[in-house]
T-cell receptor, first 116, second 114 residues
Framework: DTGVSQNPRHKITKRGQNVTFRCDPI?????LYWYRQTLGQGPEFLTY????????KSRLLSDRFSAERPKGSFSTLEIQRTEQGDSAMYLC??????????????FGPGTRLTVL | KNQVEQSPQSLIILEGKNCTLQ??????????LRWYKQDTGRGPVSLTIMTFSENTKSNGRYTATLDADTKQSSLHITASQLSDSASYIC?????????????FGRGTQLTVWP
């Protein structure tokens, strides 16, 4: 257990429905990242926050995707009008910038999304 | 283009045997290289992290090497156990990136048979 938690662990939804995932990072970590991972691939960067500010979004993050970190602690990732291509593992990671130049990221267990 | 390539894509070994996984990268400028272990259906867990000045680092039965000149790394697993069955992902970070974005390989899927 890395200290990063994600809920739910699994989500099955029908195409066109909206889904929301939650990530609780390690409490003192100021950076939070979202990644998407499909079978047989490494994680792909989606977006990241420093405290409550969303500083970068990947081109993979279409208009149907939105992420928030309202109080600089937990974060939510919402996918609207889900498509079958959204089926993947969504990983959250957190890190503490400033202490270590290595910016080591600690990953949560992921949320497995299946869109039928 | 910053890339991380891993080989082999998959590997099957018998319990107790050793194995070596390879990682080649083109990420520049280089900051550090990490090896992660990812069990099926779980998030990646860090095994080792090496900076430019380090050429070997061990974590129990896992030993990682880094050749920053040739931009190659390896992960050696000794006396494999059934619990070593997982995907091993090589991840490289570029120097000076305030983003701290990581470049991921696709992973090597290791299966250890009894």
């Amino acid at each position: 257990d890395t200290g990063v938690s994600q809920n739910p662990r699994h989500k099955i939804t029908k195409r066109g429905q909206n889904v929301t995932f939650r990530c609780d990072p390690i409490s003192e970590h100021n950076r939070l990242y979202w990644y998407r991972q499909t079978l047989g691939q490494g994680p792909e960067f989606l977006t990241y926050f420093q405290n409550e500010a969303q500083l970068e979004k990947s081109r993979l993050l279409s208009d149907r995707f939105s992420a928030e970190r309202p109080k600089g602690s937990f974060s939510t990732l919402e996918i609207q009008r889900t498509e079958q291509g959204d089926s993947a593992m969504y990983l959250c990671a957190s890190s503490l910038i400033g202490v270590s130049r290595n910016n080591e990221q600690f990953f949560g267990p992921g949320t497995r999304l299946t869109v039928l | 283009k910053n890339q991380v390539e891993q080989s082999p894509q998959s590997l099957i070994i018998l319990e107790g045997k050793n194995c070596t996984l390879q990682c080649n990268y083109t990420v520049s400028p280089f900051s550090n290289l990490r090896w992660y272990k990812q069990d099926t259906g779980r998030g990646p867990v860090s095994l080792t992290i090496m900076t430019f000045s380090e050429n070997t680092k061990s974590n129990g039965r896992y030993t990682a090497t880094l050749d920053a000149d040739t931009k190659q790394s390896s992960l050696h697993i000794t006396a494999s156990q059934l619990s070593d069955s997982a995907s091993y992902i090589c991840v490289v970070s570029d120097r000076g990136s305030t983003l701290g974005r990581l470049y991921f390989g696709r992973g090597t899927q290791l299966t250890v048979w009894p």
